[in-house]
């Protein structure tokens, strides 16, 4: 278990306003299952490089939505204006025109809204932050030294990776109320993707009390290919597994089958096994892909080459087994799979 890496810190907003570069990029993301049925996912950046060139204030800012409901039938929205984000050290808040998201009193409130599809959510973490690379305890670490790109920096951290979920959706034929759990990160950078890692894995499920958080990265091969594993388990609120491993000895995973995604031309995993084996702990993780909910691709800044990184989450069917911290698991169930492929080899 890495000390310290728990401890809050404030939130200051010169750590995440676009500081002049042209490639920085910015996404805070949330999504949410509930017992109705219904799924939902946004993505919302104030800065997300090359969707409009703007040479004083950098690219304008985005939000990508999706509402799935039981069926299962997906609705989704892209849209592309101005936002404004402010913070201090009791909160924060970043809005576009009247869809915002915000942390204030320890929850954080989502709206997005388009049209008649979206929802007004509010997200009571259930979890304390993780940031799954090494570093300073928080937020603002400074990982993947393995790029081999140390003027550059990639500010990570799931900041609820579990948490307690209740609002309304709307859908075009009418409003739901819904309660169920979710997940909320935020990242930023100044480098691009492809310089960082030519894919990675974001898995997550949430089966009866146990969390799953596990992502699997690989940078390119100028930076010798090296792969970054982590795993954080939780039973409750009973931390029982905490890893990261660039060494591949803890964590391990294999592509069993790959699936051609169209639009994009890529292949994305289609069935996928992940290990851990560390202090009493010998996980097998079986998944399969499922319904996609979303995907679409990031055009990196200047460029329009079919390399642009592709972003797509699924559901998957997932199954758990073996022992993690002496603890017995044997779970089945649904979870989510996030894949991010840049091009880049």
Not at 91 to 108: I, V
Not at 110 to 121: I, K, P, T, W, Y
Not at 144 to 168: C, I, N, Q
Not at 204 to 228: S, Y
Request: aromatic share 14%; with cysteine.
């Amino acid at each position: 278990m890495r000390e310290g890496r728990y401890k809050p810190l404030p939130y200051v907003a010169e750590r995440y306003q676009w500081d002049g570069r042209s490639e920085y990029t910015q996404w805070w993301f949330f999504d949410g299952e509930f017992e109705s049925g219904h799924r939902v996912m946004t993505i919302m950046m104030p800065r997300m490089f090359g969707a409009v060139e703007d040479d004083d204030n950098g690219p304008d800012p985005g939000i990508t939505l999706a509402v799935v409901e039981p069926g299962p039938v997906a609705h989704r929205s892209h849209a592309y204006y101005p936002g404004e984000f402010s913070a201090d050290e009791s909160g924060m808040r970043m809005s576009f025109g009247e869809d915002f998201a915000s942390f204030e009193d320890g929850r954080y409130r989502v709206r997005a809204l388009q049209g008649n599809l979206g929802f007004d959510l509010e997200y009571r973490p259930l979890l304390p932050p993780w940031p799954p690379f090494p570093g300073r305890a928080g937020f603002m670490a400074r990982p993947l030294l393995w790029t081999l790109a140390p003027e550059k920096y990639f500010h990570y951290a799931s900041m609820v990776p579990r948490g307690a979920v209740e609002g309304r959706l709307s859908l075009p034929g009418g409003e739901v109320a819904v309660s169920g759990v979710g997940y909320h990160e935020q990242g930023r950078t100044d480098a691009r993707f492809q310089g960082l890692f030519s894919y990675w894995y974001w898995n997550r499920f949430f089966l009866g009390d146990w969390t799953f958080i596990f992502p699997v990265a690989q940078a390119p091969r100028r930076a010798m290919n090296a792969t970054m594993r982590a795993l954080l388990v939780y039973r409750g609120e009973e931390c029982m597994a905490d890893i990261f491993d660039v060494t591949g000895l803890l964590l391990r995973h294999r592509v069993l089958e790959y699936q051609e995604h169209t639009p994009s031309g890529r292949r994305l995993p289609k069935r996928a096994h992940f290990e851990a084996r560390w202090r009493g702990t010998d996980l097998h993780v079986e998944m399969e892909l499922g319904q996609e909910i979303e995907a679409f691709r990031f055009q990196a800044f200047g460029e329009t080459s079919a390399l642009q990184p592709v972003w797509a989450q699924h559901v998957m069917r997932v199954g758990a087994s073996g022992r993690v911290a002496g603890e017995r698991v044997d779970l089945q169930g649904e979870g989510v799979f996030e894949s991010m492929l840049t091009g880049s080899e």
